[in-house]
């Protein structure tokens, strides 16, 4: 496997070098890493206590919208609404050291603090 990529290394040196007249590959790109990451927004994921909201609000609808003749539907979804935050925010907790993926903006402050070379192969 190690030869196997030392091989294409050196066929890719060896088609990009100046030494034999003009290279056979011309990249239209520097073929360096970017010091930034693309600031792309995670997937949000599914809507939380959709039932529950759906029942609270049949519950209003049916009583002429009287919180008071609802209050185990409300209390149900406040419930729902508080161990789906919490979840979500044990979860942002652990994005970075469990998954090992990090955030577009993390990602890209350490390439700032630590940039690639800027030079070709």
Request: aromatic share 4%; net charge positive; glycine share 4%.
């Amino acid at each position: 496997m190690a030869s196997q990529s030392v091989q294409i290394q050196d066929k890719v040196r060896r088609l990009l070098s100046r030494s034999n007249g003009k290279p056979v590959l011309r990249p239209n790109r520097p073929l360096s890493l970017k010091d930034s990451v693309a600031n792309r927004k995670l997937n949000k994921g599914e809507a939380t206590c959709v039932t529950e909201m759906s029942l609270m609000m049949a519950c209003w609808k049916q009583n002429n919208f009287v919180d008071d003749l609802c209050s185990s539907e409300v209390q149900s979804f406040f419930s729902c609404v508080k161990a789906a935050q919490a979840a979500l925010k044990t979860k942002t907790t652990a994005v970075g050291q469990d998954t090992g993926h990090l955030p577009p903006k993390q990602a890209t402050t350490l390439l700032k603090r630590f940039p690639n070379l800027r030079t070709e192969i």
